[in-house]
């Protein structure tokens, strides 16, 4: 990806975002049919990687969707986010929806900076919904970071905006910017101020095929690529019919979750889901680090 130059990260910025965007995110996967579908895809995800027991890091739990989710697997979560309201918003639906109990702990923490944890704490970490692409140019030592708390043999899941899934999703309002915004836009990858003059949400947008090599770059085995919505991506009004109809329902998720799969789909949703796999001490590969921001 065509990384811009110098420190481009902004931690308070992205703080006030997710305090100002507030409850929303908790609505967010469920305000529609499509977001559902969105929903039912990274849940399906989590669950191939978590385990009853495990003991897990979420980093950008946001509102506790997905908290949620670990606590219905029977994980032991120990919850972060950037914001101090969305750990509110967390801690208040995590007791209305009784899933309070299986969390250790609520944490304000950037995942650049994880020295709150000691090396090899977690079995798994959940690292979705963006805090990989909010990073911007300090991805290397915010996955460095997943990387040195996740203990051997654990997964770490990610996901991360998809270039050409949200230029799928969004075509009408991408078609309103200048033809040289989207040129240095797919460029680079990059919605920055630097790229385009229209840009009020920043971040780095990934290609499939860039992710999955950006996690070997690390030293991570990519053992699960999606993404986050495929055949249903751009249905819109007409998936309220499907909605209500539980059969047809179902069989749409049943669908999906296989389709989001396929190297065809990959770069076909807003997002891209991918786990990967620290090795264990006794067959850890020899990788060249990048220099850590």
């Not at 481009?8 to 975002?17: G, I, N, R, T």
């Not at 499509?34 to 027991?53: D, K, M, P, T």
């Not at 079995?123 to 805090?131: E, K, N, Q, R």
Request: with cysteine.
């Amino acid at each position: 990806m065509g990384w811009v130059s110098g420190e481009l990260y902004d931690a308070s910025w992205v703080e006030q975002y997710f305090d100002e965007f507030g409850a929303q995110e908790w609505d967010r996967l469920v305000k529609n049919p499509s977001r559902e579908v969105q929903l039912a895809v990274h849940n399906n995800a989590i669950r191939r990687f978590v385990s009853c027991g495990d003991e897990v890091l979420e980093i950008g739990a946001g509102a506790g969707r997905f908290t949620q989710t670990l606590s219905q697997i029977g994980a032991k979560t120990t919850v972060t986010d950037i914001s101090l309201v969305q750990l509110e918003l967390n801690i208040a639906n995590a007791k209305l929806y009784d899933f309070d109990r299986s969390v250790s702990e609520w944490k304000k923490l950037d995942v650049c900076d994880m020295s709150c944890f000691a090396g090899e704490s977690f079995d798994a970490v959940l690292c979705i919904g963006g805090p990989l692409s909010y990073v911007l140019d300090r991805r290397d030592c915010a996955i460095a970071e997943c990387i040195r708390v996740t203990r051997p043999g654990g997964a770490i899941i990610f996901g991360v905006m998809s270039l050409w899934g949200t230029i799928h999703q969004y075509l009408d309002g991408v078609l309103g910017y200048t033809p040289e915004d989207n040129a240095k836009i797919i460029e680079t990858g990059d919605l920055t101020q630097a790229n385009s003059k229209f840009a009020n949400h920043f971040c780095p947008m990934f290609r499939s095929d860039e992710l999955r090599e950006f996690l070997q770059s690390h030293g991570l085995s990519v053992e699960f690529m999606s993404a986050s919505s495929g055949l249903s991506a751009v249905h819109g009004e007409a998936l309220n019919e499907v909605r209500a109809d539980e059969e047809k329902w179902n069989e749409l998720l049943r669908m999906e979750i296989l389709a989001c799969q396929q190297p065809g789909y990959l770069d076909a949703g807003t997002h891209l889901i991918a786990a990967g796999r620290k090795a264990n001490r006794e067959t850890e590969p020899k990788v060249d680090r990048q220099t850590l921001r």
